[in-house]
């Protein structure tokens, strides 16, 4: 059975940093990434890591902050949140699927797996 089991959320004030960990079991996978949503807001992307990790992904609100890496020794990607601001408070998830040609990795739809979230919450 294939899981996505994410861990490393809570509450911080904002500036603060904390570091989010997605363990993979049962296979894995070729691009890994992790996306948030806000209450009342849809899913959006936040980061993705290819294989070998040659290939990284952010999106704009994130980048210069936040740093993908996985270990796939482990099975396991991390998402290093630094300086962080209210707006990042929401539900992180983790996903992952095989390679497919063409894909940009920055959608939901380009993921098939997918974890149950753990909550971030940044104080202002």
């Known amino acids: 059975q294939v899981q996505l089991v994410e861990s490393g959320g809570g509450l911080v004030q904002a500036g603060g940093s904390l570091r989010l960990s997605c363990a993979a079991s049962?296979?894995?996978?070729?691009?890994m990434g992790w996306f948030r949503q806000a209450p009342g807001k849809e899913r959006e992307f936040v980061a993705a890591?290819?294989?070998?990790?040659?290939?990284?992904y952010y999106a704009d609100s994130v980048k210069g902050r936040f740093t993908i890496s996985r270990d796939n020794a482990k099975n396991t990607v991390y998402l290093q949140m630094n300086s962080l601001k209210p707006e990042d408070t929401a539900i992180y998830h983790c996903?992952?699927?095989?390679?497919?040609?063409?894909?940009?990795?920055?959608?939901?739809?380009?993921?098939?797996?997918w974890g149950q979230g753990t909550q971030v919450t940044v104080s202002s």
């Open positions: 996903a992952g699927d095989s390679f497919v040609s063409g894909s940009s990795w920055t959608t939901t739809a380009d993921f098939r797996s």
């Open positions: 890591i290819s294989w070998n990790a040659g290939n990284t």
């Open positions: 049962g296979r894995t996978f070729y691009a």
